[in-house]
Structures are given as C-alpha cells and as structure tokens.
C-alpha cells in the first residue's frame, strides 16, 4: 500500500459518512444518552470503559502499536461546542469519549480505515476528519 491507496480510502470512508447523512442516517447521538447535556455526559461516563475496550481491541487488532485513552470532554467544553458548533443541539457533540492510536506503517492505519467502512464491524463512524490528506495549515493531524 501507498499513501494514495490510504487517501483514496480516507475519501471513500469520508463518502459513506456523508452519503448516510443524506439518507437521512443522524449524526448525533440517540435521544437515549440523555435529555440534557450532564445526562449525556454521565452516560459517557458510565460507558466510558466499555467504549475504550472495544476501540482499543479494534485498533490494536488492525496493527495499532499505541492505544491512549483521551480525557471525557468536560461540561463546560461540550456546552461550548453544543452553542458554537451545533446551534445548541448538545446530541451533536460526538466526541465526548475520545482516543487516539499510533499506527507505524501507513498499510496498518489503511487496514483500519478499510475496516471501519465495514457497516458489520464493531465501530459505526458517524464523522470523520481526515487530516492526513486535508491537514490543517497550522500542520495539525
């Protein structure tokens, strides 16, 4: 595998994301997290270790050589992001469990890519931010 290989999946996982939000598939989460902001966030809190097994046995399955577990998102920053980015719609804040994994060769980290567009596998994306082949001018991934 070459980096174009990894792209062209990048753009075909972006695709299927936004081609199931056409479609009238949700990006936000279920009304069943919670009716309010702290709801969600203690459901977030609840799952939390769950959530983290099942993306950390994913990626270290596909290759991943690191798997670190993120802090939850707190209260404050989740309201911030619900007003800022969601026009206060709190269910559209995604990430409030969050991870990263290091992958050392691009044919690992496209593996994954490549399984996450499986609709069967483990891990539904519900959005993607590709910034391997659209980082930010600041350099930022």
Avoid: W
Wanted: glycine letters at 6%; zero cysteines.
């Amino acid at each position: 595998n070459d980096p174009q290989t990894l792209y062209e999946n990048l753009r075909a996982l972006f695709e299927v994301v936004r081609a199931a939000a056409e479609g009238g598939t949700t990006l936000a989460h279920p009304e069943s997290v919670g009716s309010s902001v702290e709801a969600m966030l203690a459901t977030a809190v609840k799952y939390n270790d769950q959530i983290h097994r099942v993306v950390s046995s994913f990626v270290m399955s596909m290759g991943a050589r690191e798997y670190s577990e993120g802090p939850t998102k707190t209260l404050p920053r989740i309201i911030e992001k619900k007003d800022n980015d969601y026009g206060g719609d709190f269910l559209k804040v995604v990430d409030v469990v969050r991870s990263s994994a290091v992958f050392h060769s691009l044919l690992e980290l496209n593996a994954a890519v490549v399984a996450l567009m499986d609709p069967s596998g483990p891990i539904v994306v519900v959005r993607i931010k590709d910034r391997i082949s659209t980082p930010l001018d600041s350099g930022y991934r």
